[in-house]
């Protein structure tokens, strides 16, 4: 069966780094553009960028130049890079898959997978 699963999660001060996971299986993961999400506490869910089947990367503002979204179609593998992490980043982090062909941003709509969350806590 299809799944998403993330790993990476942690707590850490303001400043610091995490790099997420999230590794798919159950479907053709170099066919699916992936996205990563977050929610924060009483928060809806919404989108920080994703990575298309070529590789190419989008960012939402706040995030851009202190994120970067990778993929190793090798390993079925889509990582989530987070440095200068500040108190506002504070959610659980999801992973989606969307088949191609997709649109240029990741919609949450339009994803066919998501997986269960990683949460990701930064203290000031």
């Known amino acids: 069966q299809v799944q998403l699963v993330e790993s990476g999660g942690d707590s850490v001060q303001s400043g610091g780094s995490v790099k997420l996971s999230c590794v798919a299986s159950?479907?053709?993961?170099?066919?699916?553009?992936m996205g990563w999400f977050r929610q924060a506490p009483g928060q809806g869910r919404g989108l920080v960028g994703g990575?298309?089947?070529?590789?190419?990367?989008n960012y939402i503002a706040s995030v851009k130049g202190r994120f970067t979204i990778s993929r190793d179609n090798g390993k079925n593998t889509v990582y989530l890079q987070m440095n200068g992490l500040e108190p506002e980043d504070t959610a659980m982090y999801y992973c989606?898959?969307?088949?191609?062909?997709?649109?240029?941003?990741?919609?949450?709509?339009?994803?066919?997978?998501w997986g269960q969350g990683t949460q990701v806590t930064v203290s000031s």
């Open positions: 989606a898959a969307e088949k191609a062909p997709c649109g240029p941003i990741a919609l949450e709509v339009t994803m066919d997978y």
């Open positions: 159950g479907f053709t993961f170099s066919t699916h553009c």
């Open positions: 990575i298309d089947i070529d590789g190419r990367t």
